[in-house]
Structure formats: structure tokens, C-alpha cells
């Protein structure tokens, strides 16, 4: 199993920003391989916010983050990033770090489509 070291997670109040990264310890993927972002509130079950092919040519957002969140690789640290902007409450979950290969381009916001995962980090968007 390849161990995702997640960070970044916090509180933070509405209109906030935050950025949550993630480490693959330096593990390759094909191209065809991905990382994303999941996340799940308290209650409710995960869901997709956002994912980047390995090779960095495609992503794909959410709707609820579109416009709010970036997703990046860094393929020499095999990290994947997170930059949350303009955080509101509705964004609070544990965020949770995925890494899977293999997958196609329409499978990308399927959380079985990943095959490893982070231990997760918790946001909170509260005043």
C-alpha cells in the first residue's frame, strides 16, 4: 500500500482560505493513474470535490467547488495539493487524499475508482 500523509486541515472562518497537501512518498503512476480529493461532512456520505490525471492534463471539480478550489501535482515530490478559497460552511468535512491507476477519464469522480487513501484531515468553516 502506498502511504498519502495528509496536512493542511483546520478551522477557519467563512470567506478563509486554506491548502491541504498530500504525499505519495515520492510513488510513481502511469499516466493514466490520478489523485483527488474526497470529502465527507458529518452524516452524510463522501463526496467527490476534485482530481488530477498523473500526467496533469485533465482535471475535475465538483460542482459545489468549481470556482473555489484548484487541484495540483507536483510530479517530483508526487504530491497533490489543494488550494480551498472563499471556504464556507457548507465545506466542512474530512477531506480525504486518493490515489488510484488505471482509470479512465470518466471514472475520475468515483471514489471506487481509487484504490488507496489518506487517514483524513479534518476543515472547519465556522465565525
Known amino acids: 500500500q502506498v502511504p498519502l500523509v495528509e496536512s493542511g486541515g483546520g478551522l477557519v472562518q467563512p470567506g478563509g482560505s486554506l491548502r491541504l497537501s498530500c504525499s505519495a512518498s515520492?510513488?510513481?503512476?502511469?499516466?493514466?493513474?490520478?489523485m483527488g480529493w474526497f470529502r465527507q461532512p458529518p452524516g452524510k456520505q463522501r463526496e467527490f470535490v476534485a482530481a488530477?490525471?498523473?500526467?496533469?492534463?485533465?482535471?475535475r471539480y465538483g460542482n459545489s467547488v468549481k470556482g473555489r478550489f484548484t487541484i495540483s501535482l507536483d510530479k517530483a515530490k508526487t504530491t497533490v495539493d489543494l488550494q480551498m478559497n472563499s471556504l464556507q460552511p457548507d465545506d466542512t468535512a474530512v477531506y480525504f487524499c486518493?490515489?488510484?491507476?488505471?482509470?479512465?477519464?470518466?471514472?475520475?469522480?468515483?471514489?471506487?475508482?481509487?484504490?488507496?487513501w489518506g487517514q483524513g484531515t479534518q476543515v472547519t468553516v465556522s465565525s
Open positions: 515520492g510513488r510513481t503512476f502511469s499516466n493514466s493513474g490520478a
Open positions: 486518493s490515489a488510484g491507476s488505471g482509470i479512465i477519464l470518466s471514472a475520475l469522480t468515483s471514489p471506487s475508482s481509487y484504490h488507496f
Open positions: 488530477i490525471r498523473w500526467n496533469a492534463g485533465t482535471t
